[in-house]
T-cell receptor, first 115, second 113 residues
Framework: DQQVKQNSPSLSVQEGRISILNCDYT??????FLWYKKYPAEGPTFLIS?????DKNEDGRFTVFLNKSAKHLSLHIVPSQPGDSAVYFC??????????????FGKGMKLTVNP | GAGVSQSPRYKVTKRGQDVALRCDPI?????LYWYRQALGQGPEFLTY????????KSGLPNDRFSAERPEGSISTLTIQRTEQRDSAMYRC???????????FGNGTRLTVT
């Protein structure tokens, strides 16, 4: 049972245009959401995050939107650049009854930005 | 200095052998996590340390898997009597505290033949 879903395996956009990466989740206990970016042969690197008490967080070209009622978040990249081509993972955090922090990752989505 | 370091980068072993995967977290990071990532999937939680204490090992698939972090720094993930289904990318991550984003290593690609 996937708690964090990235339903589109890939996205291709033109340089300069907007990239929109979507993520849906099912667990209401998630309180914090993160996006990681992964280049080939490297580990995922943290990109941007948002607390569940907010609906938007912006950092330069990257903006994450959270719609709690729809259990949906999205990452917007504008303008997209060829260097943004990577696999993007959506992740969500919750705490177990024992107080242990857990991160649940989606399957990832491959973004290709064409020059 | 550098990021999270994992070794070996690649490990090929025969079924039934034991393997030990090493993680050297970023200096000063108190939290250390082990994840397993299958092809086409996101990382899946295995176990978590806060300093030297293993706080959560609920993600370890069975008792062939164990991990330790005896001095609160370097960690070793050990898989005994490896099976082909253990083949995956094993990723270590660390963070300065529980509420900080994770810093991932480049992983160890384990292949069990």
């Amino acid at each position: 049972d996937q708690q964090v879903k990235q339903n589109s395996p890939s996205l291709s956009v033109q340089e300069g245009r907007i990239s929109i990466l979507n993520c849906d989740y099912t667990n209401s206990m998630f309180d914090y959401f993160l996006w990681y970016k992964k280049y080939p042969a490297e580990g995922p690197t943290f990109l941007i995050s948002i607390s569940s008490i907010k609906d938007k967080n912006e950092d330069g070209r990257f903006t994450v939107f959270l719609n709690k009622s729809a259990k949906h978040l999205s990452l917007h990249i504008v303008p997209s650049q060829p260097g943004d081509s990577a696999v993007y993972f959506c992740a969500a955090r919750y705490f177990t009854q024992g107080g242990s922090e857990k991160l649940v990752f989606g399957k990832g989505m491959k973004l290709t930005v064409n020059p | 200095g550098a990021g999270v370091s994992q070794s070996p980068r690649y490990k090929v072993t025969k079924r039934g052998q034991d393997v030990a995967l090493r993680c050297d977290p970023i200096s000063g990071h108190v939290s250390l996590y082990w994840y397993r990532q299958a092809l086409g999937q996101g990382p899946e939680f295995l176990t978590y340390f806060n300093y030297e204490a293993q706080q959560d090992k609920s993600g370890l698939p069975n008792d062939r898997f164990s991990a330790e972090r005896p001095e609160g720094s370097i960690s070793t993930l050990t898989i005994q009597r490896t099976e082909q289904r253990d083949s995956a990318m094993y990723r270590c991550a660390s963070s300065p505290s529980e509420n900080s984003p994770l810093h991932f290593g480049n992983g160890t690609r384990l292949t069990v033949t």
